[in-house]
């Protein structure tokens, strides 16, 4: 053995094992992030990029040019407002559902029997495997004028004629809330299945009704899974763009959507970058949330 | 100690399933109707597998999504691999917040800011070195990997989080070396975790429409642009049956691993 020379060894070879996946995120996650915020500062004009450059060597000068005009139109133009407005606001309520049905199956799942519960976990995990893409595809099957569940109302006779559901922004809900539920319930059970049972004991031992016992105790110490699975739905509900293509209407403003759509069917990249800079400007909040989550998650907590 | 209640956990979990898998059951039932209008049934027929395997379009698109999704899951499951290890035993370093921030954005980032910011990266790279030529299987795989190695990451620190630091220690302690020590004690231990964390990057990529959509090229289309740009105007019966091929096999692979798994675990 040589310690001398191995520890000069170590932090050498600790720097390069860290290295290279933060090679691969700095260069393929933040690299093209920034270029995002420099595109949305260009201007539209007709090439190959379609966008002008941010500085340019003229003259001996370099003429650094920044265009505000897609911030201008994001913030003169109301229909923007509304959009993001509309897509916070979808998120939030899909969230809200969200919590409110994944509660109680994720509490249920926590507190049962160790093969009984295996068995269940298992149906959540099964539909977070399957295609997102499939199971808001079979949705349009159901919620069409014609669909199954018209026609399960209808011939109960509960209705007489088809409620509109397809097309419309419920519609989406549904659907949002379908493709995002597994997301909140599985954090939230890690959470729940590792909670200390002897604490329940404890407070019903002095006296606790099992209502009070769940509401001060269990809810509390639910609360980090409570917020990563509500940041694992909320966020990327704001962005969301394929649920909203395949069952909301032509008038279902979302970010995601209008993106999508300036950058595809419009080609104005500049604009796109700059609705895509205002919609990561407006998660940064839950962002930050659920990054303090994750960071606080990686400490090793008091076991060492 | 008080059990929960019966009947509100009865109602909170039959309505709870009900909602997953009514939606996926009566998919995968109308894939049998021989009607073309999805809607009404008119008997029982196979004619949408048949039209399935003489979909030429849909077909190649998936033998391109599948070589696609068999390199993205390895580079990812090898990558993320690593990030996770680092994540949970190199312990704190410089810049580790921004470590644990890159490595979780992609959870739970948009798909589109994704998709758009790796697009203008390679439009720029395109027009200062001329390289990567032009948009296809190379550009959505980057974007596959820098989306999956995140999921695998998630389930390799918290698996290496588990295990019993005190076999490391020994192998260190008889003078292997730490990379030693990884392949021949760390990664056996964990390699149940790693496939599971391979096929789950598998499926993200196999299920990715929008990361694709942005980073495909002339002639690269994926299974599931295919799909969307066929299902976002209405019912397609022959996705009916994709769909429950998909999710068979999807399901099969599941049960099975979560059954050898479980069954290692009873015996411990």
């Known amino acids: 053995m040589k310690p001398p020379s191995l520890r000069r060894w170590v932090p050498s070879s600790r720097a390069l094992a860290v290295a290279p996946p933060f090679l691969w995120l700095g260069l393929f996650l933040l690299l093209p992030f920034l270029l995002v915020l420099k595109i949305s500062f260009a201007e539209l004009q007709f090439g190959i ?128 809330i379908y493709a995002y539920l597994p997301f909140f319930i599985l954090p939230l059970y890690a959470n729940l299945v590792k909670m200390d049972l ?93 990054q303090y989550n994750q960071v606080r998650a990686q400490q090793p907590g008091g076991r060492r | 100690m008080k059990g929960p209640n019966k009947t509100l956990r009865a109602l909170a979990l039959g309505l709870g399933y009900a909602f997953l898998y009514l939606p996926i059951l009566s998919l995968m039932v109308f894939s049998f109707n021989d009607s073309a209008v999805l809607t009404s049934w008119s008997g029982f027929s196979l004619r949408w597998y048949g039209e399935l395997l003489r979909d030429d379009a849909l077909l190649s698109a998936a033998w391109l999504s599948l070589r696609i999704a068999l390199l993205t899951a390895t580079a990812a499951a090898a990558i993320g691999t690593w990030a996770g290890y680092v994540l949970a035993r190199m312990g704190r370093f410089r810049g580790f917040a921004l470590y644990v921030g890159m490595l979780s954005a992609p959870l739970v980032i948009p798909e589109v800011v994704l998709g758009i910011s790796l697009l203008l990266m390679f439009v720029e790279l395109r027009g200062a070195v001329g390289w990567p030529a032009e948009n296809g299987m190379f550009t959505i795989w980057v974007g596959h990997v820098t989306l999956c190695m995140a999921f695998v990451a998630v389930i390799i620190q918290s698996r290496v989080r588990d295990l019993d630091r005190s076999l490391e220690e020994a192998a260190l302690d008889l003078g292997a070396t730490p990379l030693k020590v990884f392949f021949s004690v760390t990664l056996p231990l964990i390699a149940p975790a790693v496939v599971s964390a391979w096929l789950l990057a598998f499926t993200l990529s196999l299920d990715d429409v929008v990361i694709a959509s942005f980073l495909s090229g002339p002639g690269s289309t994926t299974l599931p642009m295919e799909v969307f740009s066929r299902v976002r105007l209405g019912l397609k019966p022959e996705v009916n049956a994709l769909a429950t091929l998909f999710i068979l096999a999807v399901g099969t692979c599941v049960i099975v691993a979560n059954r050898l798994q479980w069954r290692k675990e009873a015996r411990k």
């Open chain 1, 49 to 176: 990029p379609p966008y002008t450059p941010l500085a340019q060597f003229q003259e001996e000068a370099v003429q650094l040019s920044l265009h505000l005009r897609g911030y201008i139109l994001l913030f003169t133009d109301s229909l923007y407002a509304a959009t993001y407005l509309n897509s916070v606001k979808m998120a939030g309520v899909t969230t809200l559902w969200c919590i409110l049905i994944g509660y109680p199956i994720a509490y249920y799942i926590a507190r049962s029997s160790p093969a009984v519960r295996n068995l269940l976990l298992l149906g959540v995990i099964l539909p977070f495997w399957t295609s997102l893409l499939l199971r808001v595809y079979a949705w349009v099957g159901i919620l069409r004028n014609d669909g199954l569940l018209n026609k399960a109302l209808m011939g109960l006779g509960l209705i007489s004629s088809p409620l509109e559901i397809y097309r419309t922004d419920l519609a989406v809900y549904i659907g949002m």
């Open chain 1, 198 to 290: 002897r604490l329940l004991e404890a407070a019903y031992d002095l006296g606790a009704r099992p209502w009070q016992a769940f509401w001060r105790i269990t809810v509390p110490l639910s609360a980090p899974g409570v917020v990563a699975g509500a940041m694992l739905v909320f966020i990327p509900c704001v962005g969301e763009y394929v649920i909203p293509e395949m069952l909301g209407g032509a008038n279902t403003l979302m970010m995601g959507r209008v993106m999508w759509n300036e950058f595809f069917n419009n080609t104005d990249w500049p604009m796109a970058s700059a609705v895509t800079c205002v919609m990561v400007l407006l998660l940064l909040v839950p962002l930050a949330l659920f």
